[in-house]
């Protein structure tokens, strides 16, 4: 089983900075994608940032003040977000395609705030 725990959400006023790390845990072989989504209150989950197949890709609403980072050899991927505005605003969950000894799989965090005040 894997398990993917993410850390580093929390309050910041606006044009303030956080940073959100996301480890994976358990029977892992590989992990081909890890991925940020986010969820405000009342819209659909959707895509913030992720590294697909080696690729970066990126919610246009994010991009140029958000960036994903991961470290392979600890499982792990970061989120370094600034100038974050009121609307990015929800839940932030990691996202991972890992292999272990029955395939590959899909995973998700618990997820964790993000509030950004005005």
């Known amino acids: 089983q894997v398990q993917l725990v993410e850390s580093g959400g929390g309050l910041v006023q606006a044009g303030g900075s956080l940073r959100l790390s996301c480890a994976a845990s358990?029977?892992?072989?590989?992990?081909?994608?890890m991925a940020w989504y986010r969820q405000a209150p009342g819209k659909q989950r959707e895509l913030a940032a992720g590294i697909f197949s080696g690729a970066n890709r990126s919610a246009d609403s994010v991009r140029d003040r958000f960036t994903i980072s991961r470290d392979n050899s600890k499982n792990s991927m970061s989120l370094q977000m600034n100038s974050l505005k009121p609307e990015d605003t929800g839940v932030y969950y990691c996202?991972?395609?890992?292999?272990?000894?029955?395939?590959?799989?899909?995973?998700w965090g618990q997820g964790i705030q993000v509030t950004v005040s005005s």
């Open positions: 996202y991972a395609v890992v292999v272990s000894g029955s395939g590959p799989r899909a995973a």
């Open positions: 358990g029977s892992i072989s590989r992990i081909y994608t």
